[in-house]
T-cell receptor
Framework: NAGVTQTPKFQVLKTGQSMTLQCAQD?????MYWYRQDPGMGLRLIYYSASEGTTDKGEVPNGYNVSRLNKREFSLRLESAAPSQTSVYFC??????????????FGQGTRLTVV | DQQVKQNSPSLSVQEGRISILNCDYTNSMFDYFLWYKKYPAEGPTFLIS?????DKNEDGRFTVFLNKSAKHLSLHIVPSQPGDSAVYFCAAISPYNTDKLIFGTGTRLQVFP
C-alpha cells in the first residue's frame, strides 16, 4: 500500500525550463491537491481537484498548470520555471470533505531548485 | 492574508513535560480543524482533528482544544517525548470551500532529554 507517490524526489532546473511533477494515489480518493512549502510560509495550496475531470486554483496558482489525468493521477506542470518556484512541493489526496470529513494524506515531497 | 496563524515558529520542551502548540484563525466559517506533524524530508502526516461542535478531542498523549469564541485551538502533548520533535501544522476547512485545507505556518517543536 503505497499511499501517495510523487516523482521525482529532487530536481534542479534552469530558469525558463519546463517540467512536470507526477503524483499518484492508490486509496481511491476523490480529491487531490498540490501544495508548496516555503520557510515561514507554511503549506500553501497551488491547485486542487475535487474529483476526476475538475481542477481549481488555490492560493498561489500563478506559473503552474495541473492535469487530473484520471482518478489516481494529478500532475503539476511548470511551463517556464523561475527562481521564485524553488520550493518543496507536496501532493496530497483525501476523500470528499463532506460526508464525513477526512484527513489528507501527503506524498514524500519533491525538492525543486530553479537556478 | 493568513487565515490560519501559528505565531510561535519554535518551541523547546523538556522530555516528560507538556508541549502546548497554539493556532489562531480568522475565518469564523471554519468548522473542522486538523493537526499535522512533519519530519524533515517527509510529507506531513495527520495527527488529530476536531469538529467545531466539540471543544476537546483526545487521542492518547495528544489532545486538541478548540475555543470558538476566541478563534483559537491548541494541541497538548503529554508527556512529551524526543520522537515528538518535528514541525506541527494546524489546518482548517470551511463548509463553503470544502475542498481546501488551509494550513498555518507551522511550529517547530524540539523535545530535549
Amino acid at each position: 500500500n503505497a499511499g501517495v507517490t510523487q516523482t521525482p524526489k529532487f530536481q534542479v532546473l534552469k530558469t525558463g525550463q519546463s517540467m512536470t511533477l507526477q503524483c499518484a494515489q492508490d486509496m481511491n480518493h476523490n480529491s487531490m491537491y498540490w501544495y508548496r512549502q516555503d520557510p515561514g510560509m507554511g503549506l500553501r495550496l497551488i491547485y486542487y481537484s475535487a474529483s476526476e475531470g475538475t481542477t481549481d486554483k488555490g492560493e498561489v496558482p500563478n506559473g503552474y498548470n495541473v492535469s487530473r489525468l484520471n482518478k489516481r493521477e494529478f500532475s503539476l506542470r511548470l511551463e517556464s520555471a523561475a527562481p521564485s518556484q524553488t520550493s518543496v512541493y507536496f501532493c496530497a489526496s483525501s476523500f470528499d470533505h463532506r460526508g464525513w470529513v477526512t484527513e489528507a494524506f501527503f506524498g514524500q515531497g519533491t525538492r525543486l531548485t530553479v537556478v | 492574508d493568513q487565515q490560519v496563524k501559528q505565531n510561535s515558529p519554535s518551541l523547546s520542551v523538556q522530555e516528560g513535560r507538556i508541549s502546548i502548540l497554539n493556532c489562531d484563525y480568522t475565518n469564523s466559517m471554519f468548522d473542522y480543524f486538523l493537526w499535522y506533524k512533519k519530519y524533515p524530508a517527509e510529507g506531513p502526516t495527520f495527527l488529530i482533528s476536531i469538529s467545531s461542535i466539540k471543544d476537546k478531542n483526545e487521542d492518547g498523549r495528544f489532545t486538541v482544544f478548540l475555543n470558538k469564541s476566541a478563534k483559537h485551538l491548541s494541541l497538548h502533548i503529554v508527556p512529551s517525548q524526543p520522537g515528538d520533535s518535528a514541525v506541527y501544522f494546524c489546518a482548517a476547512i470551511s463548509p463553503y470551500n470544502t475542498d481546501k485545507l488551509i494550513f498555518g505556518t507551522g511550529t517547530r517543536l524540539q523535545v530535549f532529554p
